[in-house]
């Protein structure tokens, strides 16, 4: 292998190694005294250019205070949300200036372009499906402010995609305690999949009927 074909897998490998060190650090706040606020904070920068998911905070807090973690959930569903309109908002009114940032270090083009044709093709549902997808939430947000996707809409189909991944997750975890972390952990790719599947269902049937 040459050096030209060497540099792109090392930077892939460092890439890789940075993230999963910031990884690390994000679980670590779940052990600290204010991992709460951290939670919150991370669930707000994380709608809008964060590459870590705040979800494995929110299992491993959840997971060491179970009665609380319904009000993880809700708070970090508000947060998300609140990270999310600042998104919208860059989307909106700054897009021009903060096009070359975002396509260098949030997401690419071609992302980009596939959440913008969800938007052509299903409205407000993308944003509500959009949490169960692998494409990450800050895309839909900031490409909803592109969109020019009317900000009440927005804000609704936010919370109520948001509320649907981890109301689900806090949920499950006040009902079942600590031991439900290591099936999260092993299963939650599928978990997701499934709500987000359900949720696409319902809302598949609601527009056949209504």
């Keep these: 292998m040459t050096d030209t074909e060497q540099t ?93 940032f975002f396509f260098q270090h949030v997401f690419s083009p071609a992302k980009f372009d596939k959440v913008m044709a969800l938007f052509r093709e299903n409205g407000a549902l993308a944003i509500v499906v959009a949490g169960f997808t692998p494409l990450p939430y800050k895309v839909f947000a900031v490409s909803a402010g592109v969109a020019n996707v009317s900000l009440p809409v927005f804000v609704a189909a936010s919370l109520v995609g948001r509320a649907g991944r981890f109301m689900v997750l806090g949920a499950l975890i006040y009902k079942f305690g600590p031991e439900v972390r290591k099936q999260i952990d092993l299963h939650f790719e599928r978990i997701t999949i499934i709500v987000g599947l359900l949720l696409l269902l319902f809302f598949v049937v609601y527009k056949v009927l209504f």
Aim: charged share 15%.
């Design 8 to 100: 792109p897998v090392k930077s892939k490998m460092l890439i890789m190694i940075w993230l999963r060190k910031t990884y690390d650090w994000v679980l670590g706040w779940s052990e600290h005294p204010r991992g709460e606020w951290a939670l919150y904070f991370f669930s707000a920068i994380e709608a809008i250019f964060f590459p870590i998911p705040v979800d494995p905070i929110l299992v491993a807090m959840g997971a060491g205070r179970p009665k609380k973690a319904l009000r993880y959930a809700l708070f970090t569903t508000i947060f998300s949300v609140a990270g999310a309109c600042v998104g919208y908002y860059l989307g909106a009114v700054f897009w021009e200036s903060t096009q070359s």
